[in-house]
């Protein structure tokens, strides 16, 4: 189900408030976002004419559901259930030829970023992060193999983000090797992608095995690529926003202070630096992403529902990871919070 049906969807089923005036994209708008807690789109952002911007679409067990095609019907139970039935059915991408996210397309020094109307979501967060609720795509320099993951970007440029990530995750690894042979690492950034493939990139998916088939399943559609131009790389054709470009070698940013989902604001002072070399998008996209921080927003919804079915794990120790996932499944989010503050061994 593509962004747009998804949130035609929660619509119809009332679950969706539309803000229609004008909303400030400094501060205010990542505060009612937070103060709403339910999906919510915003019609009208100051600086931003024909621009709209979609926030918490997974706040809850329910719109989990809605956005794999499940009903309003099912309770927590029955979700789980079927959610472990689909992840045990992955659907291999296609690739087609066209697509909606090619209505716009943008090259060389006509790339301004800031086109896009990407919030400052938060009087804690250095600037505006223009990942939050996304995927980035990369293949292993070696191997070819493809990863799907979500990494945090913060706008630095018209052309420049950073991309915030530990030598620990499949993007590190690709870092790694790519600076090892001394050359850039090409990414790709899909904002605005079915929620399926932002569940399938937030995943603990076997490294080398393909988080786009495993959202195939999730959402029971194989998932359909177009392929980039200046980069090697696929993205879902129904984006609403896709950045081709790359990850320079040997460059250290320093990314945050951002408000993150321990409720606390995060500084990475070595995260890496993506420029991008081509954008495309749909005509008036409606940018996605996410005010997090406070507990039961809709990134620990999402954690949750993937804890559930054994495809969660997060960074620290044995004792900390089974604790946070314990408190995950059970919906605990304040303790869960709490739990991401501690130095556990």
Same mark, same amino acid.
């Given at each position: ?16 408030? *539309? ?24 019609? $009208? ?29 099912? $309770? ?11 992840? +045990? ?48 795509? +990369? ?7 493809? $990863? ?53 990139? +937030? ?16 959402? *029971? ?44 604001? +995060? ?69 869960? *919070? ?8």
């Amino acid at each position: 189900m593509e962004l747009r049906a998804f949130i035609e969807l929660l619509s119809k089923e009332g679950r969706l408030m *539309q803000v229609s005036r004008e909303v400030d994209w400094k501060f205010e708008l990542g505060e009612i976002a937070r103060g709403h807690g339910g999906p919510v789109l915003f019609e $009208n952002v100051k600086d931003y004419p024909n621009a709209r911007v979609f926030a918490n679409g997974l706040s809850g067990a329910v719109e989990v559901g809605l956005a794999l095609g499940m009903g309003v019907g099912l $309770n927590k139970g029955d979700l789980l259930r079927e959610l472990k039935r689909r992840k +045990s059915s992955p659907l291999k991408p296609s690739v087609v030829c066209t697509g909606p996210v090619l209505e716009e397309i943008w090259t060389g020094d006509d790339i301004d970023l800031f086109r896009f109307p990407v919030p400052h979501w938060n009087r804690h967060d250095r600037g505006r992060y223009i990942g939050t609720w996304h995927v980035n795509v +990369s293949k292993d320099p070696e191997t070819g193999t493809r $990863n799907v993951g979500v990494y945090r970007m913060e706008l630095l440029g018209p052309r420049q983000a950073t991309v915030s990530t530990n030598s620990g995750s499949h993007l590190g690894t690709h870092i790694a090797k790519a600076e090892r042979q001394g050359r850039p690492l090409e990414m790709a950034v899909a904002i605005g992608t079915s929620e399926a493939v932002v569940m399938a990139g +937030s995943a603990a998916y076997p490294y080398g095995v393909d988080e786009y088939e495993l959202a195939g399943g999730l959402q *029971q559609e194989s998932v359909s690529l177009i392929e980039c131009h200046t980069v090697n790389l696929e993205v879902p054709a129904d984006a609403e926003i896709v950045i081709e470009g790359v990850i320079r070698p040997g460059i250290r940013v320093q990314d945050g202070p951002y408000f993150d989902y321990v409720g606390k604001p +995060s500084v990475n002072p070595r995260a890496f630096l993506f420029e991008a070399t081509r954008v495309m998008s749909r005509r008036h996209p409606i940018f996605r992403g996410a005010s997090i921080g406070m507990p039961g927003a809709e990134d620990q919804h999402l954690l949750a529902a993937l804890a559930s079915i054994d495809l969660w794990d997060f960074h620290g120790s044995r004792t900390k990871r089974w604790l946070q996932s314990y408190l995950l499944k059970n919906e605990f989010f304040k303790a869960f *919070q709490l739990a991401g503050r501690m130095h556990l061994r």
